[in-house]
């Protein structure tokens, strides 16, 4: 399973219901924050998630929505001692101005309250674990070195507990090295290999983050199949002239896209205050019915069976999207 949490959903300036643009991403212990918008430390609190284990962050460009929020974010680290590290993934423009604030404004001079490690991007993957990776691919948006995120579990044998009870295989570590792909003798002396209890090998899910970006076609084959598409739609199609100005997307070129790369759900972020919910699903039902318009806290759960979402401050039954048409319209 993977999860994320929308910690803020707005496009350049908050508003009341609308932080600036983060979201953490949690795969079993891991998590990635992408982006830190100002005001991100406050709400990564309200979210319950708290700054256990924060050590990753990943920032798609160097725009000030979604980096400012790192400088109260590391005075705050500065105190509590939160992490024991803390590693800062992006394209070297925006690390440059990450340099400047974390070690010009905020720390000039002194140490930083845990090591950090500035990390330069290439597309391609960044970490990768057995189960799991993490890649970045690029993408355009105004200037230099920006890039979207795939999550993606790698693909996986299931274990067959009934199998490996016909077996008589005992729990506990036997199993775990059974699905680790060992092959283990069992106290009566019999060898039972991976093959005897494992399942033909299925797909994991992926998650793919898009950060600000203003168009759509480059991005088909870094998305392709993903279950749960994150895209910005800072504009509707009326004011697309003003989306080519700015380095933006409409509604309609992020449905686009979920359709295009054959995308499970459509997520759309870094709204602006001047549309309505239901205007945006209006654009984007045509091309891609299975669309939310995320608002803050929106807490969505990806397994190959399901995606849910719960919002846990706005205390809304949790929503199963695999349905089409949802219309989650509040913030209207
Ligand atoms: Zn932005
Ligand atoms: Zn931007």
Redesign the pocket.
């Known amino acids: 399973m993977l999860e994320l949490v929308f910690l803020g959903t707005a496009a350049?300036a908050p508003s009341i219901q609308r932080g600036l643009p983060a979201q953490m991403v949690l795969y079993r212990d891991e998590r990635f924050l992408i982006d830190c918008g100002e005001g991100t430390q406050r709400q990564i609190l309200r979210s319950g998630l708290g700054f256990r284990r924060l050590e990753r962050i990943l920032l798609?460009?160097g725009?000030l929505?979604?980096i400012l929020g790192l400088g109260g974010l590391i005075s705050t680290f500065a105190r509590w001692e939160a992490v024991d590290r803390l590693e800062i993934y992006g394209g070297r423009w925006a690390l440059n101005r990450v340099r400047d604030l974390l070690f010009g404004v905020v720390l000039r001079g002194a140490r930083p309250p845990v090591p950090i490690d500035l990390i330069d991007l290439e597309p391609g993957i960044l970490l990768e674990s057995e189960t799991f990776e993490v890649r970045a691919f690029p993408v355009t948006?105004?200037g230099p070195g920006?890039f979207g995120y795939l999550f993606r579990e790698k693909p996986r044998r299931p274990f067959l507990p009934e199998k490996a009870a016909a077996l008589g295989v005992p729990a506990g570590p036997v199993r775990r090295d059974l699905v680790n792909g060992m092959s283990v003798t069992l106290a009566d002396g019999r060898v039972i290999h991976p093959d005897e209890v494992l399942g033909p090998e299925r797909d994991g899910v992926s998650i793919a983050v898009t950060?600000?970006v203003d168009r759509v076609d480059t991005l088909v084959n870094a998305v392709q199949g993903v279950d749960l598409l994150v895209c910005e739609a800072t504009y509707l199609k009326r004011d697309v002239q003003m989306a080519r100005q700015f380095?933006?997307l409409t509604a309609e070129e992020a449905a686009w896209l979920a359709r295009a790369a054959g995308a499970r759900t459509l997520a759309l972020n870094h709204l602006s205050q001047r549309y309505r919910v239901g205007e945006i699903l209006d654009e984007t039902k045509p091309w891609f019915p299975n669309t939310i318009v995320t608002r803050d806290f929106d807490h969505f759960q990806v397994t190959r069976e399901r995606i849910t979402l719960t919002n846990q401050e706005l205390k809304d039954d949790e929503m199963l999207l695999d349905d089409v048409g949802v219309d989650n319209g509040l913030l209207e």
């Open positions: 350049s798609t460009h725009h929505d979604h948006h105004r920006c950060g600000d380095g933006h």
